[in-house]
């Protein structure tokens, strides 16, 4: 009911070392106990994008675009794809806590968003040049999709710090990544079934947009709207629920918050790039 359709499992022979290598990648930051801060949440953001960005290029085979070895191409297909960048992500995490410990790094969570950060930024760019070869490049609804993001977003924390202050505070950067997150996967979702003509392959989702397209308003202002009202609702109920978990354990708090965020911001930015590129 709530997955999406598309589900991939890949052969053996590359499911097992993945698995191996994810068991792997946890048991060692269980036992090396990194801090988990606001900061360090913030850095892992370009890794959440990043794996969008290889799921994405794995969809533009559908468009002749090649981007991954028909070999290993099934890594980068739902849900293996999250598995793939889990294991990068924290590879790097590990290298930079041994880095910060030998007084080679100023700090664990710099290594960690510059490292994202490149990541992304060379995969998505390959996407974006891929696209404009083909011919199918269109950023004009994506760079709407950010604005009216950032925008619902500025309003909705406003309304968070003046009315709930001690949860914005609480949540702090955690807090506005898990609402803008959330927020731009609604108005990208809202937009490509709006306005794109995208379908959508999470049932749950589209049962909201199905309701949201049989209520009056849909005539005037598309089905959407109430998708994006429900995920910003949620997000801001989620930081509210959040708020003494993080005051009394925070760093297993921002862990499930960043992994909240991930949940939002990682569609969000697939959503995002894909319309961009495709």
Do not use: C
């Not at 090649?66 to 793939?84: H, N, Q, R």
């Not at 109430?226 to 930081?239: D, N, P, R, T, W």
């Amino acid at each position: 009911m709530v997955l999406p359709e598309g589900f991939v499992v890949p052969p053996w022979y590359l499911l097992v070392p993945v698995i191996v290598l994810l068991g792997s990648v946890l048991a060692l930051l269980w036992a090396l106990e990194p801090p988990v801060t606001d900061r360090t949440v913030l850095a892992f953001a370009p890794w959440m994008m990043f794996g969008a960005s290889l799921h994405v290029l794995y969809k533009l085979d559908a468009f002749q675009i090649d981007a991954f070895p028909a070999s290993i191409e099934s890594l980068f297909s739902a849900p293996m794809v999250y598995a793939v960048t889990a294991i990068i992500a924290g590879g790097i995490w590990i290298i930079a806590i041994f880095l910060h410990v030998g007084g080679l790094q100023p700090t664990i969570a710099r290594f960690v968003g510059i490292a994202g950060t490149a990541f992304f930024t060379v995969f998505a760019m390959f996407a974006i040049f891929r696209s404009i070869e083909a011919g199918v490049f269109e950023p004009f609804w994506p760079v709407i999709a950010i604005v009216v993001a950032g925008i619902v977003t500025a309003i909705a924390w406003i309304a968070l710090s003046l009315w709930f202050t001690d949860v914005a505070a609480t949540t702090s950067t955690t807090g506005a990544l898990v609402v803008f997150g959330h927020t731009l996967d609604g108005v990208t979702t809202a937009i490509g079934y709006d306005v794109l003509g995208a379908a959508e392959s999470v049932p749950l989702s589209l049962v909201l947009l199905e309701a949201g397209e049989a209520l009056p308003t849909a005539e005037y202002i598309g089905a959407g709207w109430l998708f994006v009202l429900l995920k910003v609702s949620l997000a801001m109920v989620i930081l509210g629920l959040f708020r003494e978990y993080v005051e009394e354990e925070p760093r297993q708090a921002r862990t499930l918050l960043a992994l909240v965020a991930a949940v939002g911001l990682g569609p969000a930015t697939h959503n995002t790039l894909l319309f961009m590129v495709s």
